[in-house]
Nanobody, 124 residues
Framework: QVQLVESGGGLVQAGGSLRLSCVASGGISSIEVVGWFRQAPGQQREMVAVYSRRGGSVYADSVKGRFAISRDNAENTWYLHMNNLEPEDTAVYYC??????????????????WGQGTQVTVSS
């Protein structure tokens, strides 16, 4: 059973940066896709960035050029580097992982494992 633990959230001023971490444990060799999602109050959860072993990385239009997903050499920690943050980026950020799926980039409901979330607040 894969477990995901996020960290790195916090309060930052607009224009600032944060790096979120997602540490995976237990059966990580089965992970094919890691995604970062976010959910703001009263809004639906949305994809922010996804890394797929087969397809590389994709980003939401709203974060392109500002956010980047990466992983460490041991492949048990994924990062979301967030630069030039905007108040609209305020949300709870979740890390999610998926085993091999038909889609190279699975839909959100196809992910098998989710972290508990970490709050990111950007002040204007």
């Amino acid at each position: 059973q894969v477990q995901l633990v996020e960290s790195g959230g916090g309060l930052v001023q607009a224009g600032g940066s944060l790096r979120l971490s997602c540490v995976a444990s237990g059966g990580i060799s089965s992970i094919e896709v890691v995604g970062w999602f976010r959910q703001a109050p009263g809004q639906q959860r949305e994809m922010v960035a996804v890394y797929s072993r087969r397809g590389g990385s994709v980003y939401a239009d709203s974060v392109k050029g500002r956010f980047a997903i990466s992983r460490d050499n041991a492949e048990n920690t994924w990062y979301l580097h967030m630069n030039n943050l905007e108040p609209e980026d305020t949300a709870v950020y979740y890390c999610a992982a998926a085993r091999s799926k038909e889609r190279v980039f699975p839909r959100s409901w196809e992910y098998d494992y989710w972290g508990q979330g970490t709050q990111v607040t950007v002040s204007s």
